[in-house]
DNA sequence: TTTGTATCGGAATGATTGTTCCAAAATAAA
DNA sequence: TTTATTTTGGAACAATCATTCCGATACAAA
């Protein structure tokens, strides 16, 4: 039995015009309480995350969640792409601000450092997380990461064009090449900082990389 | 309440020496069903797979499956250290029975290309899963991932080094950090291949990286 | 104020989780 | 054959899972 809200029929009509009655206000911040389910999932994974635990740590009550965000898969969709939009908004900025490329990937390399040392928690990357969890399996996740993939690896391959266009970069280099071996290093160091964040190994590691742009 | 085994106790005096009675055998190879458990704990992750999952796909009884093997999270360790044994024995092999450092890396990368494109179910590499997924977490599997980073870079670096004390690379690179590098890089490389598995750009990406080594 | 409805706290649901237990069947040695 | 003990299938268990539902509360508009 489903309970259609027909008293909005009649209102339209006794008026003659739409009129709605707003209730009471939502009691806290949707970008907020996305954020927190963000952090969750990010450290902990979809399977490993319980609603219980996104109840509790929310601050929002279960049936809000619910309502504001449909079910578990639904709100983990939505905090993966939060994530996703802000971490490509930092790297593009990091990466196309700078006077050489060189600098650049420098600049977004530190950056990730930075997030490693920082983060006791050992949370990595979002992304390099659910590609691994979640390949094989879900299909709309994986039409995501490919994108990811071909809009990470095809940035990276343009600032590197745009250095050997400038003469910055050897005319014999190959940008798209050395984008997508840049792109899955940064991949790889995603993975190893979680287990080892010593940042001197960090760097050498980055500098060695870096040295096929030379 | 429990049922010690006293009988033994009373034939050993009977007898005058120590005397076994060997009932029913196992009617399972241990190391086949273990390395089904390997598969399915590789595809599908620790959390996401089930104890009724095992129980449907190692072909085995859930009592024996616990008598044998202990609980979940024993027969996933166990699994683990079986993959990574007989992972990290393939990668020695391929990469020090070569003539030359740096055809040693191209067949490890080929045979990693070859793998990724016969899988048809994406599976990648189960201790770069199982890096992404239980850190943070568990601390026994932490402590392991750790000795095989340390393991595996090592490894790296001593065929560089091998490579530069033969005159074959430059001397003025440092093996330590190329070693590092390669191997966050094939990290990488284990992730990205989940996501886009065409040879030729796996083979481009392989060809840049391991030109830190001319 | 009155009214309508969204939010809220928490109980309830049914499915699934990992694990234990048991009686019956099986089998190697005595 | 007898004996001892494991394997086996399946029932049973308590805990947790995602999700739904409900009565009470709160609040914006009328």
């Given at each position: 039995?489903?309970?259609?809200?027909?008293?909005r029929f009649?209102?339209?009509i006794?008026?003659?015009?739409?009129?709605?009655?707003?209730?009471?206000?939502?009691q806290?911040?949707e970008?907020?309480?996305?954020?927190?389910?963000?952090e969750?999932?990010?450290?902990?994974?979809?399977?490993?995350?319980?609603m219980q635990?996104?109840?509790?740590?929310?601050?929002?009550?279960?049936?809000?969640?619910?309502?504001?965000f449909?079910g578990?898969?639904?709100?983990?969709?939505?905090?993966?792409?939060?994530?996703?939009?802000s971490?490509?908004?930092?790297?593009?900025?990091?990466?196309?601000?700078?006077?050489?490329?060189?600098?650049?990937f420098e600049?977004?390399?530190?950056?990730?450092?930075?997030?490693?040392?920082?983060?006791?928690?050992?949370?990595?990357?979002?992304?390099v997380?659910?590609t691994?969890?979640?390949?094989p399996?879900?299909?709309?996740?994986q039409?995501?990461?490919?994108?990811?993939l071909?809009?990470?690896?095809?940035?990276?391959?343009s600032?590197?064009?745009?250095?050997?266009?400038?003469?910055?970069i050897?005319g014999?280099?190959?940008?798209?090449?050395?984008?997508l071996?840049?792109?899955?290093?940064?991949?790889?160091?995603?993975?190893?900082s979680?287990?080892?964040?010593?940042p001197?190994?960090?760097?050498?590691?980055?500098a060695?990389?870096?040295?096929?742009?030379?």
């Amino acid at each position: 039995m489903e309970a259609l809200p027909k008293y909005r029929f009649f209102r339209y009509i006794w008026f003659g015009k739409e009129t709605k009655i707003m209730p009471r206000t939502k009691q806290f911040d949707e970008k907020e309480v996305l954020n927190k389910a963000v952090e969750l999932f990010w450290k902990k994974g979809f399977h490993a995350t319980s609603m219980q635990d996104l109840v509790s740590h929310l601050g929002i009550n279960r049936a809000s969640l619910y309502d504001t965000f449909g079910g578990k898969e639904e709100l983990f969709k939505k905090a993966f792409q939060e994530y996703r939009n802000s971490s490509s908004d930092t790297v593009k900025r990091l990466l196309t601000g700078e006077s050489s490329v060189k600098v650049g990937f420098e600049k977004l390399f530190d950056f990730a450092i930075q997030e490693t040392v920082n983060d006791e928690s050992r949370k990595g990357c979002f992304v390099v997380n659910t590609t691994t969890e979640l390949i094989p399996g879900d299909e709309s996740i994986q039409s995501i990461l490919c994108e990811n993939l071909e809009n990470g690896a095809e940035m990276f391959a343009s600032v590197i064009q745009d250095g050997i266009d400038r003469g910055e970069i050897d005319g014999s280099k190959n940008a798209k090449d050395i984008g997508l071996m840049l792109f899955t290093f940064y991949n790889g160091f995603r993975v190893v900082s979680k287990i080892d964040a010593n940042p001197e190994n960090l760097q050498s590691m980055v500098a060695t990389a870096l040295s096929v742009l030379d």
